[in-house]
């Protein structure tokens, strides 16, 4: 199998606050995990692509001051949504891909549950 | 620019029919294509990958692909209600990230 876990499931907190939402993958090592972002009833919006040991490569129109991406490990990755406010209401979902070399073109990507984020 | 486009739906189909999804690619050098079904309000999941021309099933499943014609489909046998949801039709072009389209939402009618 290939589980990503992702917590916390649903956050609440006010306007000015920073929040933290972890991704890891169980049973796999993910060289590469991805973040994304879904607005209701829209289609994913990929944020930022994340390597283990080196710094996350963000998607056009995305902060990267405001969105921190650590990928400290093969197995975690980390973002944080710093100051945050009710426009970063959103649905944030982690991603990540095993497979290293020659055979990364034919792993999928395996999401995690979702993050729920509620900015008062 | 390299895009993945999936009619967006609705697409209502009766509960036991086939159930047919499709989905065309701009770049012909895809290698990687895949499937997800994404309920409402929960994250994507993976159905099927498929790499090479031709079908690929899986229990009630099916893809299809055809590089030649640059399109991936899904069919679903014995549509079932429990069916009813997004379907996401994901493309690698290369080695680079995903490219995702924007999905159909499907609706088994029981």
């Known amino acids: 199998g290939a589980v990503v876990s992702q917590h916390p499931s649903r956050v609440i907190c006010k306007s000015g606050t920073s929040v933290k939402i972890e991704c890891r993958s169980l049973?796999?090592?993910?060289?590469?995990m991805f973040w994304y972002r879904q607005f209701p009833k829209q289609s994913l919006m990929l944020m930022a692509t994340s390597n283990e040991g080196s710094k996350a490569t963000y998607e056009q129109g995305v902060e990267k001051d405001k969105f921190l991406i650590n990928h400290a490990s093969l197995t975690l990755s980390t973002l944080t949504v710093t100051s945050a406010h009710p426009e970063d209401s959103s649905f944030y979902i982690c991603?990540?891909?095993?497979?290293?070399?020659?055979?990364?073109?034919?792993?999928?990507?395996?999401f995690g549950d979702g993050t729920r984020l509620s900015i008062l | 620019q390299k895009e993945v486009e999936q009619n967006s739906g609705p697409l209502s189909v009766p509960e036991g029919a086939i159930a047919s999804l499709n989905c065309t690619y701009s770049?012909?050098?895809?290698?990687?294509f895949f499937w997800y079904r994404q309920y409402s309000g929960k994250s994507p999941e993976l159905i099927m990958s498929i790499y090479s021309n031709g079908d690929k099933e899986d229990g009630r499943f099916t893809a299809q692909l055809n590089k030649a014609s640059q399109y991936v489909s899904l069919l679903i046998r014995d549509s079932q209600p429990s069916d009813s949801a997004t379907y996401l039709c994901?493309?690698?072009?290369?080695?680079?990230?995903?490219?995702f389209g924007t999905g159909t939402r499907l609706t088994i009618i029981p």
């Open positions: 049973d796999f090592q993910a060289t590469t």
């Open positions: 994901a493309v690698r072009f290369g080695n680079e990230k995903l490219t």
């Open positions: 991603s990540a891909r095993k497979g290293q070399g020659s055979n990364l073109y034919n792993q999928p990507q395996h």
């Open positions: 770049d012909r050098v895809s290698q990687s």
